[in-house]
């Protein structure tokens, strides 16, 4: 009995098996992915023209700190912070009374000292008178030469202290080294100050001004004919943010020697600064213009895309697929940038849609509505 029951279910699965089988519909066959919807461009040759860009500095062509040389209290300042100065103005006054009384002392010693020499000139004139007649001892001659040696030396030594005491006078007053722009002033009037310590002010020279920056040694050469270049051009031209200085510059010199830490070599820069606009410290981007001599490959840089560090573009074949390229690439200019190795001119590559293509991917142009 038990046998019969098992040989039944044993039928019944297998019937069950053979049903679900049969109504299972065939496997349709995977089809190719559908094509990229794209736009194209063909690529092309065209003269580049555009800036190489440096980080640079304004500076000064001359500036110097005004530094106390005689210590003692400000008495006078004969300018207003921010001034434009000429060569010699009066622009400190130091307290100059202790320099004047010293200097009057200085002066009556050395009147001292040369009524001593006078005196003893007149003894030793009058003691080889007396030893042309044998009337006075050899000794007292030899004296009175060594009396007048020693006055002599006395006022000497009395003109150089009158001198060094007239200088502390002098320097009581601070005149302009230069003419240029004026700082603001570091002290007031009654501040003490201290010689050689003590900053008062700075003083730069404003027009014209200078623009300094660094030149990967590479481009020396490009840079030593630029700068032999007469006069002035659009080649150097400054930016600050999206504004560019309305005047161009000039190579005014180059470093006389490459840094070894950075392969790289100072170079100045000078600009008209009439309108007082450029100041020293402020920071701008220097902008050279660059004019390739031979066309350049210049390609929408939207259609590239990076992988790894590296550049490729999709070339468009005849069977309307695509195939990656890699490229190397050189100046961005604006949208666009230059290709030096990897496309031809002809040549077309996907420009929109570059995201959602693969190796070999089938493309298709977007319908124009």
């Known amino acids: 009995m038990f046998s019969s029951y098992r040989l039944y279910f044993i039928v019944l699965t297998a019937l069950g098996f053979a049903s679900a089988c049969s109504n299972q519909q065939p496997a349709t066959p995977a089809g190719p992915p559908p094509a990229v919807a794209v736009t194209i461009d063909t690529v092309e040759q065209t003269a580049a023209v555009y800036h190489d860009e440096y980080p640079g500095t304004v500076v000064a062509l001359n500036q110097t700190d005004i530094r106390a040389q005689v210590s003692g209290y400000i008495t006078g300042i004969y300018f207003r912070d ?145 700068q032999q270049k007469p006069g002035t051009d659009s080649t150097f031209t400054l930016a600050f943010g999206t504004d560019i200085y309305p005047f161009p510059g000039k190579i005014s010199l180059i470093d006389r020697a490459v840094n070894p830490q950075t392969g790289t070599i100072k170079t100045r820069l000078s600009f008209n600064n009439g309108k007082d606009m450029l100041k020293p410290g402020m920071t701008t981007l220097v902008r050279v213009l660059n004019k390739q001599n031979t066309a350049a490959v210049i390609i929408p840089y939207k259609a590239v895309t990076e992988q790894l560090g590296e550049f490729f573009v999709y070339v468009v074949t005849d069977s309307s697929t695509v195939n990656q390229r890699k490229l190397k690439l050189s100046k961005q200019i604006g949208k666009n940038i230059i290709v030096t190795d990897g496309l031809a001119a002809g040549e077309k590559i996907a420009v929109e849609g570059v995201q959602n293509l693969r190796e070999g991917a089938k493309i298709v142009l977007p319908v124009k509505q």
């Open 82 to 226: 921010g001034d434009k100065v000429q060569k010699g103005q009066k622009l400190y006054s130091i307290d100059a009374q202790v320099y004047n009384a010293n200097y009057q002392q200085a002066q009556a010693n050395l009147e001292v000292q040369e009524t001593n020499l006078l005196k003893a000139q007149k003894d030793a004139d009058r003691y080889h008178e007396l030893d042309k007649n044998d009337a006075i001892a050899k000794q007292q001659v030899d004296y009175a030469d060594a009396a007048l040696a020693a006055a002599k030396k006395q006022v000497e030594a009395a003109k150089a202290a009158l001198s060094s005491v007239k200088s502390s006078v002098n320097f009581a007053t601070i005149y302009a080294p230069f003419s240029g722009t004026i700082g603001i002033s570091q002290v007031k009037e009654g501040t003490a100050v201290v010689a050689g310590q003590t900053v008062l002010n700075t003083i730069s020279t404003n027009d014209p001004i200078a623009v300094d920056f660094e030149v990967n040694q590479q481009d020396l050469y490009r840079f030593t004919q630029l």
